[in-house]
C-alpha cells in the first residue's frame, strides 16, 4: 500500500506544480486552489509513506519522480524545451528511480 500512496502523491504533487504554474502566481483562484489542493493531498499521501519506507528512499523517489515528470508535462503543456542534457539527466533520475525500486 506505501507505493500505492507513494505514486499518489507524486502524481498530486506534478498536477499541483502544474496548476501553480497555470495560476499566475496566485491571480487565477480556480488554479490557485488546485495547487493548494493537491499540495496538501500530496503531503498527506507522503507522510504516510513514511511511515512504512525509509525517509531517504522515499524521498529520493519522490523528489526525483517528481521532477521527472514536470519536466516531460511541462514540454506537453506548457511547450517548455528539453534538451539534449535535460533529457540524460531525467534519464539517469528515472535509472536511479529504478534501482531503488529493485532494491525495495
Known sequence: MAWFWL???IIAEVLATLALKASGGF???GFTFLAIVGY???LLGL???IQV???ATTYAIWSGAGL????IASYYVFGQQLH???ILGITLILS?????RIAH
Open 27 to 29: 491571480t487565477k483562484h
Open 53 to 55: 519506507l525509509p525517509v
Open 47 to 49: 507522510s504516510k509513506v
Open 40 to 42: 496538501i493531498f500530496a
Open 84 to 86: 539534449l542534457k535535460e
Open 68 to 71: 521527472a515528470l514536470i519536466s
Open 7 to 9: 505514486s499518489a502523491s
Open 96 to 100: 536511479g528511480i529504478i534501482i531503488i
